[in-house]
């Protein structure tokens, strides 16, 4: 889970850090990919909303030697800090992102809209960044829109209207497990638990929404005790 801090400190922070590190390779930010998502319990009415970004890093030293990402919403004097600890790596075409589909206000309430700076920083303070943009209009859910379902026994029943549906595997204390692209339908659970070595623990249920461009996310459902 991301760090959520306000912004002065922040600030203080990044001056100490900058002051104290060495040189090294700078690294690059080859591409930015995110989406905002709504979030559903799957025993609340309420929805909130959740960002997810993923990066492309370019650095001649190796992901290893990047220690933080921020994202930074200026305007509203808001940040979150994604460490080695908190991130989430994805392989893809060979490739690896870091990122996190879990950027969110403690209390719940809406993210801000408008621009988003997403910074890196590498252990000898040498840094990049990019710039997002979240328009007011995508953060409004429309009205109508079905959000996923799942029905926890010892088969795992989908329901969803669409048709780009993955499954979220999460460990006791909620780090992600593995990704499990799936259709309508079931799925056995004892499969899921073999496949995580008996450590899956909860479940979500993401969709995707090609009529908004977002995300819809149920869950997480407790799959053992």
Not at 39 to 44: C, F, L, N
Request: with cysteine; aromatic share 10%.
């Amino acid at each position: 889970m991301a760090i959520f801090i306000r912004f002065k400190l922040f600030v203080i922070v990044i001056l100490l850090f900058f002051l104290l590190a060495c040189s090294g390779s700078v690294p690059e930010i080859g591409q930015v990919v995110w989406q905002l998502n709504f979030s559903k319990s799957p025993v609340e009415s309420q929805v909130y909303q959740n960002l997810s970004v993923f990066l492309l890093i370019d650095d001649a030293d190796g992901l290893s030697d990047i220690d933080f990402i921020y994202i930074i919403h200026d305007e509203s004097e808001l940040f979150w800090i994604l460490s080695p600890e908190t991130w989430v790596e994805k392989v893809i075409s060979g490739k690896n992102w870091i990122g996190s589909n879990n950027i969110s206000m403690n209390d719940k309430s809406d993210l801000p809209s408008g621009k988003y700076r997403i910074l890196v920083l590498d252990k000898a303070g040498e840094r990049d960044s990019q710039q997002i943009n979240i328009s007011k209009k995508i953060t409004i859910l429309k009205d109508g829109l079905s959000f996923p379902e799942l029905i926890i026994g010892s088969d795992i029943k989908i329901k969803s209207v669409f048709s780009d549906n993955t499954l979220w595997i999460y460990d006791k204390s909620m780090v992600l497990l593995k990704n499990i692209k799936i259709k309508n339908g079931q799925i056995s659970k004892s499969i899921i638990l073999d496949d995580t070595n008996n450590a899956a623990h909860w479940i979500s249920i993401y969709s995707f929404s090609p009529e908004t461009g977002t995300g819809l996310v149920r869950g997480p459902y407790l799959i053992q005790g």
